[in-house]
């Protein structure tokens, strides 16, 4: 079946760049997301791109895209104590496939060091 | 914005009791799902509705069963709570079609099962 996996644990210093990795294994992926957790709270969409991208940018996220490895990554630039919480990378599956759930990594809890 | 309810933040169950957790969202979405959280696990989806008295298992649905009598409420229903559904159950929404095809959360349930 779909799966997605992250890496469980970053820890950066405050200022530094942070990069977060995802691979999935669903090559009909229509759409790849990166949701943020802070304690207690729900999920929150910080991104999203479309498969046929391969990258973009908003403010200080990046997103890269490399769908012949299936691999997606987030950057967050100049990392700020507030950005640490779990980062989830999840997929989307083509509407057509009666599939409308999306699948989520386990999450990347990021830490970042004042 | 999007909201999604979840009408308990926090629950104390005992085995055995029967246990509702209530969603709500103002969006008319068509698609609602029930996920459950548990750490180094992710997110890992228990039921999902794509449309009113529709209901489809997701890839955890043992013990536990749904109900969607209204477009905008889905609930889950544990018939007798265990101590293994000692978790944090979220609930999300998603329209049928629009860019991006975001799916929206709720702030999550946390259930204990003593």
């Known amino acids: 079946g779909e799966d997605v996996e992250q890496s469980l644990f970053l820890s950066v210093r405050e200022g530094d760049s942070s990069v977060i990795n995802c691979t999935y294994t669903?090559?009909?992926?229509?759409?790849l997301y990166w949701y943020k957790q802070e304690p207690g709270a729900g999920l929150q969409l910080l991104t999203y791109?479309?498969?046929?991208?391969d990258m973009k940018q908003d403010q200080r996220l990046t997103v890269l895209l490399n769908k012949k490895d299936k691999h997606l990554s987030l950057r967050i630039a100049d990392t700020q104590t507030g950005d640490s919480a779990i980062y989830f990378c999840?997929?989307?599956?083509?509407?057509?496939?009666?599939?409308?759930?999306?699948?989520f990594g386990s999450g990347t809890r990021l830490q970042v060091q004042p | 914005d999007v909201k999604v309810t979840q009408s308990s933040r926090y629950l104390v169950k005992r085995t055995g009791e029967k246990v509702f957790l209530e969603c709500v969202q103002d969006?008319?979405?068509?698609?609602m799902f029930w996920y459950r959280q548990d750490p180094g696990l992710g997110l890992r989806l228990i039921y999902f509705?794509?449309?009113?008295?529709?209901?489809e298992k997701g890839d955890i649905p043992e013990g536990y069963s749904v109900s969607r009598e209204k477009k905008e409420r889905f609930s889950l229903i544990l018939e007798s709570a265990s101590t293994n559904q000692t978790s944090m159950y979220l609930c999300?929404?998603?329209?049928?079609?629009?860019?991006?095809?975001?799916?929206?959360f709720g702030e999550g349930s946390w259930l204990t099962v003593v």
């Open positions: 999300a929404s998603r329209p049928g079609t629009g860019e991006g095809n975001t799916i929206y």
């Open positions: 669903d090559s009909s992926s229509t759409y």
């Open positions: 791109i479309f498969s046929n991208m």
């Open positions: 999840a997929e989307s599956p083509a509407m057509d496939t009666g599939r409308r759930a999306l699948t």
């Open positions: 969006m008319d979405h068509e698609n």
């Open positions: 509705s794509y449309d009113v008295k529709m209901k």
